[in-house]
């Protein structure tokens, strides 16, 4: 089976597509694509999923035998904290072994270059033919030092915050769900330092997740968030995924706050606390961001899927928030690659800051700009879907969609179909898993689930 790099990294199936030994081949060829770009230094490491310890020492080994300057981590450690030693320790660029928020089933390598994020398509499509070239690394003295990255990340990390609004603010409680994953001991560790009372669940190693069939903080995967939260009168919960590049959040009364809303009562937050720059947003994440961004004259820009696009506009400078709608994001000056444990501290940070939950600031947002609902539906890909949705959807200029006229069309990933004033729905392929991602926006909850039922209906062949 082919090796491909998705939006993020390369993913499979353990035992049946992600093996020792392709995985070894893949450590191989970002050893020559490194060798090619003149960089023999590397940062390795993973998160807590089966085996992703193991391969981090088995690649520090290797790449150390083939003349590289290797800084292993202690212990899994979350994405952006790698991102953050490649870039402060000048290194060539991350091996991460993490699928992220896939099932547990799932494991992956993810390739970070120098400047410490998503590796792009260039890159990517060099590494897969050295793969299938099957190029080996040479026999070359090299080091490998098995170093601490999580202090130097919490320690720069306050740069891109206010610890001092922590420290005025002596009643913060917080809830927070580790998932079982590489942000435990970081993101709980950081807000102890600042003065919040914490309370973990979830915060040991388990490959399994504790039986979540899907680690991802949504809303789904955040009830029993939820509850604790209610039943402790917290401030409000937080959750990373397993290698903690992704966020979650829960208000004060226990409710899912989606990105979309987040991003965009983060935006009205920065800039009200005097930051400027761009604000930069993936074409799945919702308008409501548009809307604070055009009130407070901040620039907007939109790119496709993936935060390697993110992360590009980041690299080009002056950007103040770059987001997108699965629980990604960064600010400016920070590493350009998705960290959660900064999204979760700033969360808590506007709670101190304003001196009321979340809810209470969204119900003031809502006010001000409008009230927007979205939702993402996931479509197993048989060979008939996939066929119906690349024939009728992403070759084609449908002119309806869901029983409704098709306004207006965008390109930028996938196909978004724009349905009437703040209404679309945009279908992409999944690049790290079999399915359909469906994207709805709507001015109710009732008409997203409306869309929803018939565009599965529609793709089902059942109109």
């Known amino acids: 089976m082919k090796i491909s790099f998705g939006t993020s990294g390369w993913r499979g199936i353990i035992s049946r597509d992600f093996t020792w030994d392709r995985a070894m081949s893949v450590v191989d060829a970002i050893g020559v ?56 320790r000048g290194l060539g660029g991350v091996i991460n072994f993490t699928a992220s928020h896939n099932p547990p089933l799932y494991n ?15 890159a990517t499509g060099r590494i897969e033919e050295l793969i299938r070239l099957d190029e080996r690394l040479p026999r070359s003295p090299g080091s490998v030092s098995t170093v601490d990255l999580v202090t130097p990340y919490l320690k720069d990390i306050n740069g891109f915050m206010n610890a001092d609004l922590f420290r005025a603010h002596d009643s913060l409680r917080v809830v927070y769900d ?42 789904h995967g955040l009830l029993e968030l939820s509850d604790e939260v209610v039943k402790s009168g917290a401030s409000l919960g937080v959750a990373t995924d397993g290698d903690a590049d992704r966020f979650g959040i829960v208000d004060e009364n226990g409710v899912f706050v ?77 590493v350009p690659e998705k960290d959660g444990v900064l999204a979760c501290l700033l969360a808590a940070e506007m709670v101190c800051a304003r001196g009321e939950g979340l809810a209470a600031q969204l119900d003031r947002l809502w006010k001000e700009h409008g009230r927007l609902f979205n939702s993402r539906v996931d479509v197993p890909l048989s060979p008939a879907t996939r066929d119906r949705i690349q024939r009728d959807w992403l070759d084609s200029d449908p002119r309806k969609a869901a029983g409704r006229p098709v306004l207006g069309v965008d390109r930028t990933d996938g196909v978004k179909l724009v349905l009437g004033p703040d209404t679309w729905v945009l279908v992409r392929l999944s690049g790290t898993e079999p399915l359909a991602r469906v994207y709805i926006q709507s001015s109710s909850t009732s008409l997203c689930d409306e869309l929803a039922a018939t565009l599965k209906q529609e793709f089902e062949g059942n109109p």
């Open 258 to 334: 989606t990105p979309h809303d987040f991003l965009a009562l983060l935006l009205d937050y920065l800039a009200e606390s005097g930051r400027s720059g761009a604000a930069v947003r993936s074409v799945t994440t919702g308008s409501l961001m548009d809307r604070v961004a055009a009130a407070r004259g901040i620039p907007l820009k939109v790119t496709p899927v993936g935060f390697k696009y993110l992360g590009s506009a980041m690299l080009k400078g002056n950007v103040m928030l770059a987001g997108e709608e699965s629980g990604g994001l960064s600010v400016g000056g920070h």
């Open 33 to 88: 694509f490194l060798s090619e770009s003149g960089f023999r230094s590397v940062a390795v490491g993973g998160d807590c999923r089966f085996l992703s310890p193991e391969l981090s020492q088995a690649t520090a080994e290797r790449l150390s035998s083939a003349g590289f300057d290797v800084f292993l981590s202690r212990g899994p450690v979350p994405t952006p904290v790698l991102s953050h030693a490649c870039r402060s």
């Open 108 to 122: 992956g390598i993810k390739f970070s270059p120098s400047h410490g994020g998503p590796a792009d398509s260039m």
């Open 178 to 219: 580790a998932f079982s994953g590489a942000g435990s001991g970081v993101l709980d560790r950081k807000l102890g330092e600042l003065g919040a009372s914490i309370r973990v669940i979830h915060g040991t190693r388990d490959p399994l997740f504790a039986g979540r069939e899907h680690p991802e903080p949504n809303a």
